[in-house]
């Protein structure tokens, strides 16, 4: 069922709570691929109404990004989540989230400066703004986060920490294409060429975790590593980062260990992709 | 009932819910006054059950200023509570509120940069961190705030709206001292003259009602006739602001209306004191 309105989608999940029914709930900015499956399907596991919401928030975007080509396709997400047997989808307007007069946001300070957030000034609090708001409205027993977004959910995680909120936060795997290019919307912006060089990464990835496993613990020898790989195609316009962090912290490692995160971001032609891997 | 954890008062809240009873809500930093008490009664009348909690908020307070003195007298507290029959005293920790790690925040942009904002770069950012964490732990159905704060409410009000909040923000008229100076737990630091010198504070602000209602609504008039009147006071040492405001936005008026709100700071002695009424 479509629910575009707060008052709705709020009235929807108050009753559902009264019956005692748990309720998950997977927030993602819509054209779904089988990562977002995965969290429907996790989601349908653990609870006994899963609530979907597709919402292309413009507050987490910066002014040269792609917040206007990002690729929106409702029918074929309506296919998709009837395919799954979704219980609501939650599809509000920019005016039904951002009414005129808006002006709260939500800061997570610390880890949200590194990584992605060293590049996308004011990424995370569009994130976090949004996930607060999506929370109050549909009051999930649990919320499901993709770890391709890895620092995301890690700092949804510490504002659900901070401001006690009640959901429990649950990471899931990365879902990968057969050749190992974790699935991102963005993929479709890819050429044919430029798909080709997108496997580079996740495989850039697999190698430094051989490496570090076979004992290579050195994280300037493993970025080298990476960064020979990634930049054997031409198609990659730019490594944006390539870190090994402290994967609570963020804090850059000079000797990885067992539990730090691989995490990079790369232009492959006009495309940002990210992808990461935990040792 | 006196509650420190705040996984307790969740699950104390938790049950009252579920047992269907609404839940008022007075946050305050303690050293109680009538005006407190004022918001307790209000609270104790449109609720089945009342929460206070007392937090001397280390967020909400400026590099410089007094949150080491500010004044804290809980046995004198805990005798008001009983007296007036509050249900539960939530009194967490520092520690409980801002455990090692914390490091969120909840911004209201715009309104919080006038009149106090101003002047407490900061402020109101942990004012609404706050009170979100209160909110959220005790989810109550009504909250009560004074509007000697009036600035306070309005902010609160933009975060619950922006947020999606379910709570309703209930604000309660300024409970006087019978000549006239507004309830404040920083009364206490003023000495005998610096008490006397402060009643002038809401006869300034009633002397331009009073000359409001007789038809006189130049702003720069209104303001002056204040500024004589406070100023008259040897123990007044700076007037931080007197503004005549529009009681939405805060925009400062030439021309003064119905509804507009004239708030003030005066520091008498080393005492900020704030007041305001509403043409």
């Given at each position: 069922m479509l629910v575009e309105k707060i008052s709705e989608m709020k009235s929807v999940t108050k009753r559902l709570r009264f019956e005692g029914r748990s309720i998950g709930f997977v927030p993602t900015m819509g054209f779904l691929h089988e990562g977002h499956v995965s969290l429907i399907r996790r989601s349908k596991q653990d609870n006994d109404i899963t609530v979907v919401s597709i919402f292309v928030n413009p507050?987490?975007?910066?002014?040269?990004?792609d917040f206007d080509r990002y690729p929106r396709d409702l029918n074929r997400d309506l296919e998709i989540l009837r395919e799954e047997k979704v219980d609501y989808l939650f599809y509000p307007s920019h005016k039904e989230m951002y009414?005129?007069?808006f002006s709260t946001t939500v800061e997570v300070k610390g880890?949200?400066?590194?990584?992605?957030g060293a590049f996308r000034p004011g990424h995370f609090k569009g994130v976090t703004t949004v996930v607060l708001k999506l929370f109050n409205i549909i009051k999930p027993d649990r919320a499901y986060f993709g770890l391709k977004d890895f620092q995301q959910y890690k700092v949804i995680e510490r504002m659900v920490r901070d401001l006690n909120l009640d959901v429990e936060i649950v990471g899931c795997p990365i879902v990968r294409e057969k050749d190992g290019l974790a699935m991102s919307s963005r993929n479709r912006y890819l050429t044919d060429n430029e798909r080709k060089g997108a496997v580079l990464l996740s495989q850039a990835l697999f190698e430094a975790k051989k490496m570090f496993d076979l004992g290579i613990n050195d994280v300037s020898k493993l970025k080298e590593e990476m960064k020979k790989i990634i930049q054997s195609n031409p198609e990659v316009r730019e490594i944006q980062y390539i870190e090994i962090v402290d994967s609570e912290t963020f804090e850059e490692k000079v000797k990885a260990e067992k539990g730090d995160l691989i995490a990079l971001a790369v232009f492959v032609g006009d495309t940002r992709l990210i992808d990461n891997i935990q040792l």
């Amino acid at each position: 069922m479509l629910v575009e309105k707060i008052s709705e989608m709020k009235s929807v999940t108050k009753r559902l709570r009264f019956e005692g029914r748990s309720i998950g709930f997977v927030p993602t900015m819509g054209f779904l691929h089988e990562g977002h499956v995965s969290l429907i399907r996790r989601s349908k596991q653990d609870n006994d109404i899963t609530v979907v919401s597709i919402f292309v928030n413009p507050l987490q975007f910066g002014e040269n990004e792609d917040f206007d080509r990002y690729p929106r396709d409702l029918n074929r997400d309506l296919e998709i989540l009837r395919e799954e047997k979704v219980d609501y989808l939650f599809y509000p307007s920019h005016k039904e989230m951002y009414p005129d007069g808006f002006s709260t946001t939500v800061e997570v300070k610390g880890i949200t400066e590194k990584l992605c957030g060293a590049f996308r000034p004011g990424h995370f609090k569009g994130v976090t703004t949004v996930v607060l708001k999506l929370f109050n409205i549909i009051k999930p027993d649990r919320a499901y986060f993709g770890l391709k977004d890895f620092q995301q959910y890690k700092v949804i995680e510490r504002m659900v920490r901070d401001l006690n909120l009640d959901v429990e936060i649950v990471g899931c795997p990365i879902v990968r294409e057969k050749d190992g290019l974790a699935m991102s919307s963005r993929n479709r912006y890819l050429t044919d060429n430029e798909r080709k060089g997108a496997v580079l990464l996740s495989q850039a990835l697999f190698e430094a975790k051989k490496m570090f496993d076979l004992g290579i613990n050195d994280v300037s020898k493993l970025k080298e590593e990476m960064k020979k790989i990634i930049q054997s195609n031409p198609e990659v316009r730019e490594i944006q980062y390539i870190e090994i962090v402290d994967s609570e912290t963020f804090e850059e490692k000079v000797k990885a260990e067992k539990g730090d995160l691989i995490a990079l971001a790369v232009f492959v032609g006009d495309t940002r992709l990210i992808d990461n891997i935990q040792l």
